[in-house]
């Protein structure tokens, strides 16, 4: 979760609120261990379901988080 946080940190775009939903999606979506939807994202992170539907209405920008995420990993591997 150190990883997520630190590329969410260096995203200028993204508004504290966002980290906070976005960091507890990604921790909710690997402790679920069946299939994933609202009702479950619900149920294993506390929050209501509403809350998923509006936040996944609103844009993200993956692009930028996973290219991050390659370029932290791989420096990792090479360090």
Same mark, same amino acid.
């Given at each position: 979760? /150190? =990883? #997520?946080? !630190?590329? +969410?940190?260096?995203?200028?775009? #993204?508004s504290k609120w966002?980290?906070?939903?976005?960091? !507890? +999606? #990604?921790? &909710?979506?690997?402790?679920?261990? %069946?299939?994933?939807?609202?009702?479950? +994202?619900? $149920?294993?992170?506390?929050?209501?379901? /509403? $809350?998923?539907? $509006?936040?996944?209405k609103r844009g993200?920008? @993956?692009? &930028? @988080?996973?290219?991050? %995420?390659?370029?932290?990993? =791989?420096? $990792?591997? #090479?360090?």
């Open positions: 979760m /150190k =990883l #997520v946080k !630190t590329i +969410l940190d260096e995203m200028m775009n #993204v966002q980290k906070i939903f976005f960091e !507890t +999606l #990604v921790q &909710t979506v690997i402790a679920i261990p %069946a299939h994933i939807n609202f009702s479950s +994202l619900s $149920r294993y992170s506390g929050m209501p379901e /509403k $809350r998923f539907q $509006r936040w996944f993200f920008d @993956f692009c &930028t @988080f996973n290219s991050k %995420a390659i370029s932290m990993g =791989l420096n $990792r591997v #090479v360090s």
